[in-house]
């Protein structure tokens, strides 16, 4: 059951309701300084709205959030996303750890799919970044696209 839809729970602004099987959080979801809420989701880098030439070079021009809630004892190997990008010849991608430090962090990019690398055997909230950078060459200019996607993942007690 999603208690999200089920409840119909509102969160309120820059808060989105995180659906972790068997109940439910609101989590903070702000553009930092200096971006737009695109959507529920996304926020873009305002200077891009005008025009990217006017940007700075090392700023993300989209941060996109991505939660995930996914059962106890979950496997070894198994694919929980696929970023929603094209890799080419120039691109970078790089797992960010935001909250733990330790060498035990279960996740791996395998290409672009986001995998588990060991069986998730307790329950647990992990909160990382995916950076994306891709170089687009043009005639006039090169430019450096980049992306950071943010994923939480609520690992349920449950192993359903």
């Given at each position: 059951?999603?208690?999200?839809?089920?409840?119909?729970?509102?969160?309120?602004?820059?808060?989105?309701?995180?659906?972790?099987r068997?109940?439910y959080?609101?989590?903070?979801?702000?553009?930092?300084?200096?971006?737009?809420?695109?959507?529920?989701?996304?926020?873009?880098?305002?200077?891009h709205q005008?025009?990217?030439?006017?940007?700075?070079?090392?700023?993300?021009?989209?941060?996109?959030?991505k939660?995930?809630?996914?059962?106890?004892?979950?496997s070894?190997n198994?694919?929980?996303?696929?970023?929603?990008?094209?890799?080419?010849?120039?691109?970078?991608?790089?797992?960010?750890?935001?909250n733990?430090?330790?060498?035990?962090?279960?996740?791996?990019?395998?290409?672009?799919?986001?995998?588990?690398?060991?069986?998730?055997?307790?329950s647990n909230?992990?909160?990382?970044?995916i950076?994306?950078?891709?170089?687009?060459h043009?005639?006039?200019?090169?430019?450096?696209?980049?992306?950071i996607?943010?994923?939480?993942?609520?690992?349920?007690?449950?192993?359903?």
């Open positions: 059951m999603n208690e999200c839809d089920q409840f119909q729970i509102d969160c309120g602004q820059d808060r989105t309701c995180f659906n972790t068997g109940a959080e609101c989590i903070d979801i702000p553009c930092p300084v200096g971006y737009i809420r695109e959507n529920e989701s996304n926020c873009l880098l305002k200077c005008r025009s990217s030439s006017s940007c700075p070079p090392r700023r993300a021009i989209y941060i996109r959030y939660f995930l809630a996914i059962p106890r004892l979950t070894s198994e694919t929980l996303f696929r970023l929603p990008i094209f890799p080419q010849k120039s691109t970078s991608l790089k797992l960010v750890d935001r733990h430090s330790d060498k035990s962090f279960p996740f791996i990019l395998n290409g672009i799919d986001l995998q588990t690398n060991r069986t998730l055997i307790e909230e992990y909160e990382f970044e950076h994306y950078s891709h170089e687009k043009s005639i006039k200019q090169r430019q450096r696209l980049h992306t996607f943010v994923i939480r993942i609520h690992v349920s007690p449950f192993h359903f």
